[in-house]
């Protein structure tokens, strides 16, 4: 399993960016996807949620009418498009996937992340 995330960046408030998640190594299209973000010293906290087809989405209230969450199942990639950035947005983005193995153990997968930067 790989998770892979690019499009992070210094961007100024009010700015956008798009994160996308490439994914390998699972079956992408039956599994929702999130992304998550960490801030300096602060826990991780969850972002956005969707679900295996993309019908599902889910937000922080913090993000609610800022960010959209969508995915391509053809491409295997999920994307975070994230608009009037804020400098409280300032964070690593990561996304996740969680799988079960044969046994039915629920394992948790992670990309590197990708920093966002929100600043004047």
């Known amino acids: 399993v790989q998770l892979v995330e690019s499009g992070g960046g210094l961007v100024q408030p009010g700015g956008s960016l798009r994160l996308s998640c490439a994914a390998s190594?699972?079956?992408?299209?039956?599994?929702?996807m999130k992304w998550y973000r960490q801030a300096p010293g602060k826990e991780r906290e969850l972002v956005a949620h969707?679900?295996?087809?993309?019908?599902?989405?889910q937000y922080a209230d913090f993000v609610k009418g800022r960010f959209t969450i969508s995915r391509d199942n053809a491409k295997s990639t999920v994307y975070l498009q994230m608009n009037s950035l804020k400098p409280e947005d300032t964070a690593v983005y990561y996304c996740?996937?969680?799988?079960?193995?044969?046994?039915?153990?629920?394992?948790?997968?992670w990309g590197q992340g990708t920093q966002v930067t929100v600043s004047s």
């Open positions: 190594g699972f079956a992408f299209r039956n599994y929702a």
């Open positions: 996740n996937v969680i799988l079960f193995d044969v046994a039915g153990s629920q394992n948790d997968y």
């Open positions: 969707i679900s295996s087809v993309g019908v599902s989405k």
